[in-house]
Nanobody, 118 residues
Framework: QVQLVESGGGLAQPGGSLRLSCAASGGIFSRNVMGWYRQAPGKQRELVAIMTSGDRTNYANSVKGRFTISRDSAKNTVYLQMNSLKPEDTAVYYC????????????WGQGTQVTVSS
């Protein structure tokens, strides 16, 4: 059973930076997609960024050029470097891992709060 442990959330000022980390324990299937989603109060959960085990990436338009997703496959860890933060980035950020096996397995972290405010 894969468990996702997130860290790195907190309070940042507009224009500041934060780095989120998500470690997958329990072993993860070699073909996978890991990424980050976020949910602001009163809104639906939305994709922020994902990265495949082949290092292909995809970003939400709202974070392109500001956020960077990366991964350390040896550590089964994915990172989200968030720069030039805006108040509208305030949300609970969730780590997600999808194992591309049959059947597909989908895992979520517990979420970490990111607040951008002066």
């Amino acid at each position: 059973q894969v468990q996702l442990v997130e860290s790195g959330g907190g309070l940042a000022q507009p224009g500041g930076s934060l780095r989120l980390s998500c470690a997958a324990s329990g072993g993860i299937f070699s073909r996978n997609v890991m990424g980050w989603y976020r949910q602001a109060p009163g809104k639906q959960r939305e994709l922020v960024a994902i990265m495949t085990s082949g290092d292909r990436t995809n970003y939400a338009n709202s974070v392109k050029g500001r956020f960077t997703i990366s991964r350390d496959s040896a550590k089964n860890t994915v990172y989200l470097q968030m720069n030039s933060l805006k108040p509208e980035d305030t949300a609970v950020y969730y780590c997600n891992a999808v194992e591309l096996r049959i059947p597909v397995q989908n895992y979520w972290g517990q979420g970490t709060q990111v607040t951008v405010s002066s």
